[in-house]
């Protein structure tokens, strides 16, 4: 599967098929929430932090790929990552793009 940024994929010839969208909420767990926050205190990289959001987009794009595989597509154009925080440790990332068919 083919993923684009582009809203085109040059010198190719496609067909839209729709709206694909991926998302998933991920927390850390409590203990390391509270290192996290002493980290804050010194400042740093919070690792843990970094693991999760790695792992929540991936599991999204997971997501919206089996969704455009279902409409039959083999590329996804104008593809966006957006996440917001749901609580204090938890955040969720979305992800969306338009599934197509690119001519071979």
């Known amino acids: 599967m083919m993923l684009m940024t582009t809203s085109t994929i040059r010198g190719k010839e ?5 709206l694909v969208k991926g998302h998933t ?3 850390v767990n409590v203990i390391r929430d509270i290192g996290a926050s002493f980290k804050t205190l010194v400042g740093g990289e919070l690792k843990k932090y970094n693991e ?5 987009r991936n599991i999204a794009t997971e997501r919206m790929v089996a969704e455009a595989q279902a ?8 593809v966006r990552y957006t996440t917001s925080s749901i609580m204090q440790g938890a955040a969720e990332i ?4 338009t599934a197509v ?3 071979v």
Do not use: K
Not at 52 to 56: G, H, S
Not at 71 to 78: D, K, M, Q, S, T
């Open 14 to 18: 496609f067909e839209e098929l729709g």
């Open 25 to 27: 909420v991920q927390t």
């Open 52 to 56: 999760m959001m790695e792992n929540a």
């Open 71 to 78: 409409l039959g597509a083999n590329a996804i154009i104008g």
């Open 94 to 97: 979305l992800v969306y793009g």
């Open 101 to 103: 068919r690119v001519q």
